[in-house]
């Protein structure tokens, strides 16, 4: 489980409130750009102001938070190894046998 953060700033002018508004198009932006890379949403998303930054006074700009624990998908390989080596990687408990009719 990871915790992973996404970042995103508004001119400092544009209103909290404005930002919260549109909150849902940028948490969608966040949970697909996290799913496309394979990565599996465990918890509620939060999404917040950030602590401000001297960089972030200087630059005029507000920056907002998107924080939640993820996890990667599971991913299937399937290889071909050698017959003898079958029951060595099956006592691992790491590998599995395909289901019967399954090539």
Do not use: N
Not at 45 to 69: C, H, L, M, N, Q
């Amino acid at each position: 489980m990871e915790l992973l953060k996404g970042f995103f700033t508004v001119p400092s002018d544009v209103a909290d409130e404005r930002v919260r508004d549109r909150a849902e198009e940028y948490i969608r932006k966040y949970v697909d750009s996290f799913e496309k890379e394979g990565w599996k949403l465990l918890s509620k998303v939060y999404f917040a102001k950030a602590p401000i930054t001297t960089e972030d006074i200087s630059e005029g700009r507000v920056k907002w938070i998107i924080t939640a624990y993820w996890d990667r998908k599971p991913v299937t390989q399937i290889f071909e190894v050698d017959e003898k080596l079958i029951p060595r990687l099956l006592e691992t408990g790491k590998f599995t046998l395909p289901l019967k009719g399954y090539h």
